[in-house]
């Protein structure tokens, strides 16, 4: 069984870029698709990106296309999550997960549901 680690978060200015990272245990981890997910205060759990086994696919929610970048290092059992010109609405707690080898990147995207493994997460706040 993968356990999930993230680390990264903090305090960033509007404009600004942080890196997550989510460091997995066990030797299977590049058998898993990865993902990130996030959670503002009152609201819903989000997806924001994913990326099957190989790193050749990534899918990424709408409110992040084009400023977040997922990817992950299967020799380091890490994935990581590139986020810049972040917004105060990117404020939340983002959780990295983990579903089987067989989800397709898209599908994560589609439902939460298909995510077998959960970090505790790491709070991210976007504020000047």
């Known amino acids: 069984q993968v356990q999930l680690v993230e680390s990264g978060g903090g305090l960033v200015q509007p404009g600004g870029s942080l890196r997550l990272s989510c460091a997995a245990s066990?030797?299977?981890?590049?058998?898993?698709?990865m993902g990130w997910f996030r959670q503002a205060p009152g609201k819903e759990r989000e997806f924001v990106a994913s990326?099957?086994?190989?790193?050749?696919?990534?899918y990424y929610g709408n409110s992040v296309k084009g400023r977040f970048t997922i990817a992950r290092d299967n020799a380091r059992n890490t994935v990581y999550l590139q986020m810049n010109s972040l917004k105060p609405e990117d404020t939340a707690v983002y959780y990295c997960a983990a579903a089987s080898g067989a989800t397709t990147a898209r599908a994560m995207g589609v439902t939460s549901r298909l995510v077998e493994i959960w970090g505790q997460g790491t709070l991210v706040t976007v504020s000047s």
């Open positions: 066990g030797r299977t981890f590049s058998r898993y698709t």
């Open positions: 990326i099957i086994w190989s790193g050749d696919s990534t």
